[in-house]
């Protein structure tokens, strides 16, 4: 555990960084990802391309939230457990729980009751660090969670809130005011709180054991975009129009409207950005391929053909991936839930989104039908849910039209043809 604390500041800090990325609110320093302004007028040009700049955090958490989470559904057939979890909002807690997995490599929840006895379940939210069995390194027997906070007593101090979940003994160990997390290795906890047990869910983690997510992963991508989008804007604020060149020896009082130039002028065209746009591009593209992100999503060119099918396939897969890991938290959640409720636990599924599920399912039957696998009444039936405008007698009388057409390989196979 000393060990493990000896790295947080770095860690909390990068976590951080990754939360302001997602929430779109990250703004470098000038320095940190380009050379510092030099000047007045070259601070005052970078805070007009901060302006001008938006971080693509938002753009890749949405996506990939949405792809994954489309409603959450159960079983049983309890109607008291039915109304609790309808009014709990499990579809609003997935997504909240996906966002926690991406952002920080780690989602968590608890259920615990309420002072006026109502049974709750929550997320448990802040840095979260999962603790590992130092004798087995995939056993992970407890969770750290640290939260900072401003003192209103000391200007600009901070204060950090940390909690010690432990999973077996279903003990939570909680100090306050701290003056740095890793002070829990000498000082004894300001209060146990007994029967709260952590469900946890973790994307990866590194060698050392501190988690690891899909955005910490792509921060120095999105660091590396948001370069490029400051050095192109601040050269289309340049190449916005051309710049005059005077000579030595030219009277400057005497330029205007039809009056003749005394002395050496010329025009400094701007430059030609295309080569700063493609750059650009490039890194999008690859951002996208590496988050397995669809087609376009960023913005850039979208791929097309195969690659446009791969793109789309991989996205599928990866929110796939992460749909089945916030299911099997979420029932975990829900079998404490219905166990504090006095009720059996019941199975929980997380729904793709419909859109997501109508393109494949289409696909799918699709592709039966012209293999011949499936009648043709029957791939049409399986279809119309997706399709409301398709009434029952529409879909009747479009049958019918399509098996009285006769095909040419029909044709062929009565007069006995090769059938092509």
């Keep these: 555990m ?17 939360r302001e990325w997602a929430a779109g609110s990250w703004t470098p320093a000038p320095g940190e990802i380009l050379p510092p302004p ?12 901060l302006r001008r700049v938006a971080a693509l955090g938002p753009r890749v958490v949405t996506a990939i939230v949405s792809g994954v989470v489309g409603g959450v559904t ?26 926690d997995l991406l952002v920080q490599g780690v989602a968590a929840g608890y259920v615990y009751e309420r002072e006026d006895g109502q049974v709750r379940i929550g997320r448990i939210t802040g840095y979260l660090q999962p603790v590992l069995d130092p004798q087995d390194a995939d056993v992970i027997v407890g969770l750290l969670q640290v939260q900072s906070r401003s003192d209103a007593r000391a200007k600009w101090a901070i204060r950090y809130w940390v909690r010690y979940w432990d999973i077996y003994t279903a003990i939570v160990q909680e100090w306050d005011g701290l003056d740095s997390p890793v002070s829990i290795g000498t000082r ?28 910490l992963w792509a921060l120095p991508m999105l660091r590396d975009i948001m370069a490029s989008e400051l050095m192109l804007a601040r050269a289309e604020e340049l190449a916005g129009y051309p710049v005059p060149i005077f000579g030595p020896d030219t009277d400057i ?28 591009r490039y890194k999008l593209e690859r ?32 929110t796939g991936l992460i749909r089945s890991i916030v299911e099997g938290l979420l029932t975990e959640l829900v079998a404490d839930y219905a166990r504090a409720v006095g009720v059996e636990p019941v ?43 398709w ?8 049958l019918q039209r399509q098996e009285s057409i006769v095909t040419p390989s029909q044709v062929a196979s009565l007069l006995g043809g090769g059938g092509e």
């Design 347 to 389: 199975p929980v599924a997380v729904l793709p989104p419909r859109d997501l599920e109508t393109s494949d399912r289409i696909q799918v039957v699709a592709a039966l039908y012209r293999d011949g696998l499936v009648p043709m009444r029957v791939a049409a039936r399986e279809i119309q849910p997706y399709l409301p405008t």
């Design 287 to 318: 951002l996208r391929d590496a988050l397995s992100l669809p087609g376009a999503i960023l913005g850039a060119g979208p791929p097309s053909g195969e690659a446009l099918r791969e793109a789309n396939l991989r996205f599928r897969q990866l």
């Design 253 to 280: 009082q005497t330029i205007g409207p039809g009056l003749p130039v005394r002395g050496q002028f010329a025009w400094a065209q701007p430059g030609n950005l295309a080569e700063l746009r493609e750059q650009l």
């Design 391 to 398: 009434s029952d007698e529409e879909l009747e009388e479009w």
């Design 74 to 99: 159960w079983g049983g057939e309890f109607r008291r457990l039915d109304r609790t979890l309808e009014a709990l909002d499990l579809t609003k807690l997935a997504r909240a729980l996906t966002e």
């Design 2 to 18: 000393q060990a493990r604390l000896a790295n947080l500041a770095a860690e909390l800090k990068a976590v951080e960084e990754a």
């Design 188 to 215: 004894p906890p300001a209060r146990e709180l007994p029967g709260l047990t952590p469900r946890l869910r973790v994307w990866g983690l590194e060698h050392d054991g501190s988690p690891q997510s899909l955005l």
């Design 38 to 49: 030099a000047g007045n007028e070259a601070t005052a040009a970078w805070q007009r391309a």
